[in-house]
Every structure is written in structure tokens, then in C-alpha cells.
């Protein structure tokens, strides 16, 4: 008789069966990446996905689910509504990764240190891929800061959609998303209200300037040099609390 301490070791481990929204979530998300479908097209309806694939209407249902957190689809009313192809976009990214900085408990200064390793690159990509229009963008939005330096709030603002326009000038879709992602928590977070005053902000207007005549030039070196000084002074007035975490929300 064989003994309980005599019983061979098991040839196989033990298999997980994944569950059967997630293959359908995999199919379609594989579907929408490879351009199979546009963006903007239907998918087929709950009705027909469960008749095309024999699955429940509930494991479609969180399927679907699964990819509009994603924001690979889009739900819309309607008539012409349903279940709509979409592309990942910025906001997708910055959910993910304000997700991981307040996971993390990630300090000011981490992303302080990030904005200076990633703006200046920015503003010298901009220089070599700068359009008319983003140059007109770029002195649109200096100009409305110029008269928003009295309203802290709305200053603050279209700073953050002025170094989005510099990021968005780079024609680099990646780097410019993840500067999106973090630059509502770096802007918002770092400037305390006692450097945040309408003489600071005046000095913020030309130092953009400056940073647009380079841009416009074409002169990708200067716009690096400006750029980098830009975001250091902006650290320098905060270095006291960097090492602060952020704020819940």
C-alpha cells in the first residue's frame, strides 16, 4: 500500500481557464488595434455578438464594458447610436497615469523632475515640426494669459494648454500625451500661492515669448535652453514642499 509521504509529484500544474468576456474583450480589442475596424464604426450589436459567438448577453455586456474602460469603445444614444469604435486618446493615458502617481504616492519633485526631462525635448521637436498654425495657436494662448494675469484660476489654465500646444507642436503623439497625463498635477500642484502672484505671471508671458520666437525660428537649441530654464525656475520657486506628496484630488 502506498504511503501518504509516497505520492508522486503532480505532472501538470494547475490550469486557469480564462474566463469567457475576456477572450471576447481580447478578440475585439485585437480587431480595433489592427485597424480591422475604424474608428468611428459600429460594432455589432449585443444581440448579434451573442449570436456570432454563443455567449451569454451578460458576458458580452462585460466585454463591451471591459473596452469602453479602455476607451477603445464608446457608447451612443440613439437611433444611430451603439457601440462605437474609438481610438485610446490623452485622456485614456492620463487616467492611467494619475492612477499610478497617486497609487504611488509619487512626490512633487518626481514629477517636477519629469517635466524637466521631457519639456525641453518637446520644445526643440516643436522647432523642427512647428506648422503656421501652431505657432498662431502658441501667441493665441500667450496673449489670453497676457490679459488673465489678474485671475489666478484661469491663468493657470492656459498655461497648462500652452505647454500642451508647445507638446502638441512636436508631432511626437507619445510624448505629447504623457506630457497631458501630467501636466494638470504638475502645474496645479507645484506653484504655491506665494510665488503665484501677477508679477510672476507677467514674467511667465515673455518667457513664452521668447520660447514661441525660437520655436518659430526653427532654432531647436535656443527653444531647448529657454524651455529648460522655463520648468527649473518654476521648480526653483517650489523646491521647499517638493518632497511633499500630492494632494488626494
Do not use: C
Not at 90 to 118: C, K, P, W, Y
Not at 170 to 191: E, G, K, M, P
Not at 219 to 233: L, P, T, W
Amino acid at each position: 500500500m502506498t504511503k501518504p509521504d509516497d505520492t508522486p509529484e503532480p505532472m501538470l500544474g494547475r490550469i486557469s481557464v480564462p474566463k469567457s468576456y475576456e477572450v471576447l474583450a481580447d478578440r475585439l480589442r485585437q480587431t480595433i488595434l489592427d485597424g480591422s475596424l475604424a474608428e468611428g464604426e459600429r460594432l455589432p450589436t449585443e444581440r448579434e455578438l451573442v449570436s456570432q459567438t454563443g455567449l451569454s448577453r451578460g458576458s458580452v455586456r462585460e466585454a463591451l464594458r471591459k473596452l469602453e474602460v479602455e476607451g477603445l469603445v464608446k457608447t451612443k444614444l440613439g437611433r444611430l447610436g451603439g457601440n462605437i469604435v474609438s481610438r485610446p486618446g490623452n485622456d485614456s493615458m492620463a487616467h492611467v497615469i494619475t492612477q499610478f502617481v497617486r497609487g504611488r504616492r509619487l512626490s512633487l519633485r518626481t514629477l517636477q523632475e519629469t517635466r524637466e526631462a521631457l519639456e525641453p525635448s518637446l520644445a526643440r521637436l516643436a522647432a523642427e515640426h512647428r506648422s503656421k498654425d501652431d505657432i498662431v495657436r502658441l501667441r493665441e494662448l500667450n496673449a489670453e494669459m497676457g490679459q488673465a494675469l489678474d485671475d489666478r484660476n484661469r491663468f493657470a489654465a492656459i498655461n497648462i494648454a500652452w505647454h500642451n500646444a508647445v507638446a502638441t507642436a512636436s508631432r511626437n503623439d507619445l510624448l505629447a500625451a504623457f506630457l497631458y497625463a501630467i501636466s494638470y498635477d504638475v502645474v496645479a500642484s507645484t506653484v504655491s500661492e506665494e510665488y503665484d502672484t501677477p508679477g510672476l505671471r507677467k514674467e511667465v508671458v515673455g518667457v513664452h515669448e521668447r520660447i514661441i520666437v525660437a520655436i518659430e525660428a526653427g532654432d531647436g537649441d535656443a527653444a531647448f535652453r529657454r524651455m529648460e530654464r522655463h520648468v527649473k525656475a518654476t521648480r526653483a520657486k517650489t523646491r521647499a514642499r517638493e518632497d511633499s506628496d500630492l494632494p488626494p484630488d
